[in-house]
């Protein structure tokens, strides 16, 4: 392992040489990104979280992606109806490891910016500069509304959004006093140490998909996640759009890394892999759940016809809430996954059923393929 410096370049990398970073999505939320009844669906508990924690990075996992979510979606597991907050949750982690990155998530329109910026600076002093920050600008109106914030119309969510990254960076970076005079932000007689780890600050990142969500992590962040377009569209479509990316950060001065996310069932047989993941995420999808993400997005019975409401509640409970789904014996979820990185994405943040169960299978199985590929070190 290298020496950690902290430099931008070396957080950005994860301190490590691995050309395909492969990290896990979602763990601090009951039952992960699978809405599923099964009795061995994820807990979140700090217990399990710690000992996930552990596991990854003794296994060679680059990073631990949490989700920021305030209420569950209801339905017989209320899916994502417990979480741990995410920074508090990073923090703890961070303490308890030494060598993987952990992020935290937060909603910018419900955190001053001040005290985000210092709870993060805290959090990477924990972690000697391996706290990473995923930006949401918000989308889920039922939170917002449990917190008694009204959401802006969407493409103005990323003006607040511009301004309060705006704010937390200079909190970062600023050598003495300062003001804020933005848009949404007056901050006056603004004082803010110390500053993030080795005089350098926290990677970034941002998954919007609209035009304005891509826009402001073109010019924001460090790494921008997409949903499962490039990881199904094929490998000369997903290299494309991992350059049209990079060609229009590179247009403003800027490098930006590309990652998608996924679910991952690995078995040694296909037809292992298949049957469990019937089992899982069909036979005993939680459809409730489902609907009520379905809700959140306005598709209802109401809205949609019986075929479409139909088609989205399949789409959505067999992806993983919006990950494609890597499902099968080693050898294709190599493969599938090498794909990626040859199409120029830099990592993948990827879920499992029970991850504390399913991810020695993966680390022991899949990533010394990758590295046989050239798209990892070997452990
Ligand atoms: C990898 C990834 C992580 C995300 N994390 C969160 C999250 O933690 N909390 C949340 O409310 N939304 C999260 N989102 C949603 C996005 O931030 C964004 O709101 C969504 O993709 C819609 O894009 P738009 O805001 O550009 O319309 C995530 C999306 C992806 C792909």
Not at 104 to 127: C, E, Q, R, S, Y
Not at 338 to 364: H, K, M, Q, T
Request: charged residues 25%; proline residues 5%.
């Amino acid at each position: 392992m290298p020496a950690r410096t902290g430099s931008l370049p070396d957080r950005i990398a994860m301190y490590n040489a691995n050309a395909l970073k492969i990290g896990v999505f979602g763990a601090n939320c009951s039952s992960g990104r699978s809405a599923t009844k099964v009795p061995e669906r994820w807990s979140a508990s700090w217990p399990d979280c710690l000992a996930l924690a552990r596991l990854a990075e003794a296994r060679g996992i680059d990073f631990i992606l949490p989700i920021g979510r305030w209420k569950g979606y209801g339905g017989e597991t209320d899916f994502h109806g417990a979480t741990l907050e995410t920074v508090t949750w990073a923090a703890g982690l961070l303490a308890c490891t030494e060598r993987i990155t952990v992020f935290g998530t937060v909603h910018a329109p419900l955190f001053n910016p001040l005290i985000a910026a210092k709870m993060f600076v805290t959090a990477d002093h924990i972690g000697e500069g391996r706290f990473g920050l995923n930006i949401v600008a918000g989308w889920n109106e039922g939170e917002f509304e449990m917190f008694g914030v009204k959401q802006r119309e969407h493409d103005a969510r990323y003006d607040f959004a511009q301004d309060w990254v705006d704010a937390v960076k200079r909190a970062w970076s600023e050598p003495g006093t300062f003001e804020v005079d933005g848009e949404f932000l007056k901050l006056k007689g603004v004082r803010a140490f110390p500053k993030p780890y080795g005089e350098t600050r926290p990677i970034i990142m941002n998954a919007g998909s609209s035009g304005a969500g891509q826009a402001f992590a073109l010019r924001n962040c460090d790494a921008f996640f997409t949903t499962t377009g490039a990881a199904r569209i094929s490998l000369a479509g997903a290299a494309a759009r991992v350059e049209e990316v990079k060609g229009k950060a590179r247009a403003l001065g800027r490098d930006i890394e590309v990652f998608t996310v996924g679910q991952v069932i690995c078995r040694p047989t296909q037809a292992e892999a298949d049957d469990y993941y019937q089992h899982a995420l069909i036979d005993n999808a939680d459809w409730g759940a489902v609907e009520g993400m379905l809700a959140l997005r306005n598709i209802t019975p109401q809205t949609v016809s019986p075929e479409e409401f139909a088609a989205r509640r399949r789409y959505f409970a067999a992806n993983a809430i919006g990950g494609y789904p890597f499902v099968g014996t080693p050898d294709k979820v190599a493969d599938e996954l090498a794909d990626l990185g040859r199409a120029g994405l830099r990592g993948i943040a990827v879920s499992f059923v029970n991850y504390l169960r399913e991810l020695p299978y993966f680390c022991d199985e899949v990533l010394p393929r990758l590295a046989r590929f050239g798209l990892r070190e070997p452990q």
